[in-house]
């Protein structure tokens, strides 16, 4: 695959531009999207640091789309929110351009939802030795996809799409 935009419609960044989307939006997702396009050099006024607008784009990474109680494991996973488009199951390389690198152990507020790291930019291109390898989620029944995880990871994780190693956790959705 050489593009994603291939597979992929246009991507809505709220559900009042796009009421076919449904669950949570964040308000703040239009001061993001242009901080994003600025190469995050340009800090939106309301903002008083890249950290306090990194934390609201890791809230719409993490939790755009929710419907129903957003503390429910299930309604965080990845494909059972509206705006995520899918992930890459075992192996791939990145190479992405990055724009803003915010260590939140080294802020006031410490790590955010167990992330203590936020790398803002776009990807260039991601490799997989197999097509297959990437899952689009308008391809595949919900349901499916949580009898899926839940044989994964034996019930032990709450949340799909976070890999755990050791202390640290790597996002592996693609939103």
Known sequence: MTNFI??????AITSYEHPEYEGWSSSAAPDVLAF?????????????SNAHIGVETLKIADSQGVRGHAKDPINRRAWRRDFTFGDIQETAEWLAEVYCDIDLRNEIT??????????????LWIMTPYLKDVRLYEEHIPAA???????????????????????????????
Request: charged share 30%; proline share 5%.
């Open 145 to 175: 996809l949580d009898r899926e995880e839940t044989s994964r990871t034996d019930g032990a994780s709450g949340i799909w799409g976070l890999i755990r190693r050791g202390r640290s956790r790597e996002k592996r959705a693609i939103a």
């Open 36 to 48: 994003i396009e600025s190469g995050c050099s340009k800090l939106p006024s309301f903002y008083t």
């Open 6 to 11: 291939e597979f992929l419609g246009c991507a």
């Open 110 to 123: 410490g790590p955010v939802d167990g992330y203590g790291r936020i790398i803002i930019g776009a990807p």
